[in-house]
Structures are given as structure tokens and as C-alpha cells.
């Protein structure tokens, strides 16, 4: 059972650089999340989606872009890298609200941007 | 609107004494209560969940977290604490009664818990 898979694990970026932030459930679960965790901070919701083609924002999504094109899959976009974005990026999932049993956490991506 | 807090950044016991790490919510109606457990360059993982009935709830690890509803409190518990119980702890809220964005959950801050030989 391989649960919510990210990658890449490690990534330094340069300022003004993109990249994806890869995502994959395989529990069949129709919500999913990005979080950044910054020391101290807690854990931030970047964005979420509750199914197939349909993202919202959470609450610091300034910077990022998301797509849901399938159930399984949920990439986070980083256009123009800015060092305000190093930080650990968690994407979770669940089921909805009515067979809500918590989240299912991806094992993080740390990111640095130089 | 809903929040969690954890009021301490750090909790520091010694190895075989009990341990408390606190947390106290806020929503507007009924609480589903999370803990969350992460160690040093890991990913979250559950440790306990109170969704509804008996208000002490067992979880791994020989952890266990009361429901005091009175209180709002959802403080984390554990009998005897060992050396591998260091990692940061997460208290995670969200509101049962609603759905869409108000169903998201709500971190706190984390709470790092050092417990010394």
C-alpha cells in the first residue's frame, strides 16, 4: 500500500526557476492538500481540492498553482522561485467529509530556494 | 472561525515519567480532534483520533488524548514517556458540521517534545 507518494524528496531551485511538485494517492480519496511546514509556523494550507478538476485556495496560495486533472493525482506548481518559498512542502489526502477519518500525509519535499 | 492552539513550543520530560502535551480548540460546532506525530525529516503520522463517543481515546505508541468538551481541551497523554517519544507533535481540529473549506483541518503550531535518558 503505498499511501500519498511526493516527489522529488530534495530540490534547490534558483531565483526565477519552476518546477512541479509531484503528487499521487492510490486510496481513492476525493479530497487532497498542499501544506508548507516552516519552523515554528505549523503547517499552512497552500491550496485543496475536493475531486477531480476542482482546486480552491487555502490560505497562503500566493506563488503556487495546482491542477486535478485525475482523482490520484495533485502537482503543485512553483512558477518564479522566490527564496520565501524554501521551506517543506506536505501533500495529504481524505475522504470527504462524511467518511472523515483524518488525513494521510506524504512523507514531504524540502525545498530551497538560492 | 476555527483554531487551534498548542501553548507550549517545548515539553521537556525525563525517560519513565508521565507526559502532557496540551491543546485547546475552537469551532463553532461539533470537534473532530487529531494528534499528529513527526520525527526529524519525516512526514506526519496519526496518532490518534477523537470523531465522537468515549472521551479518552487510545492511540499507537501507548499514547492517549482526553475530550474535554467543557474545557475545549484535547490534551495528549502518556504514561511513561521514552526516549524515541522526542519528535514534534501536532494538534489538528476541524469542524464536523460543515463541509467545503470549513472542513479543512486546522493545525497548531506543533509542540516539540524532548524526553531525556
Known amino acids: 500500500n503505498a499511501g500519498v507518494t511526493q516527489t522529488p524528496k530534495f530540490r534547490i531551485l534558483k531565483i526565477g526557476q519552476s518546477m512541479t511538485l509531484q503528487c499521487t494517492q492510490d486510496m481513492n480519496h476525493n479530497y487532497m492538500y498542499w501544506y508548507r511546514q516552516d519552523p515554528g509556523m505549523g503547517l499552512k494550507l497552500i491550496y485543496y481540492?475536493?475531486?477531480?478538476?476542482?482546486?480552491d485556495k487555502g490560505e497562503v496560495p500566493n506563488g503556487y498553482n495546482v491542477s486535478r486533472s485525475t482523482t490520484e493525482d495533485f502537482p503543485l506548481r512553483l512558477e518564479l522561485a522566490a527564496p520565501s518559498q524554501t521551506s517543506v512542502y506536505f501533500c495529504?489526502?481524505?475522504?470527504?467529509?462524511?467518511?472523515?477519518?483524518?488525513?494521510?500525509f506524504g512523507s514531504g519535499t524540502r525545498l530551497t530556494v538560492v | 472561525a476555527q483554531s487551534v492552539a498548542q501553548p507550549e513550543d517545548q515539553v521537556n520530560v525525563a525517560e519513565g515519567n508521565p507526559l502532557t502535551v496540551k491543546c485547546t480548540y475552537s469551532v463553532s460546532g461539533n470537534p473532530y480532534l487529531f494528534w499528529y506525530v513527526q520525527y526529524p525529516n519525516r512526514g506526519l503520522q496519526f496518532l490518534l483520533k477523537y470523531i465522537t463517543g468515549d472521551n479518552l481515546v487510545k492511540g499507537s505508541y501507548g499514547f492517549e488524548a482526553e475530550f474535554n468538551k467543557s474545557q475545549t481541551s484535547f490534551h495528549l497523554k502518556k504514561p511513561s514517556a521514552l526516549v524515541s517519544d522526542s519528535a514534534l507533535y501536532f494538534c489538528a481540529v476541524r469542524d464536523a458540521d460543515y463541509g467545503g473549506s470549513q472542513g479543512n483541518l486546522i493545525f497548531g503550531k506543533g509542540t516539540k517534545l524532548s524526553v531525556k535518558p
Open positions: 481540492s475536493v475531486g477531480a478538476g476542482i482546486t
Open positions: 495529504a489526502s481524505s475522504y470527504s467529509p462524511k467518511g472523515f477519518i483524518g488525513y494521510t
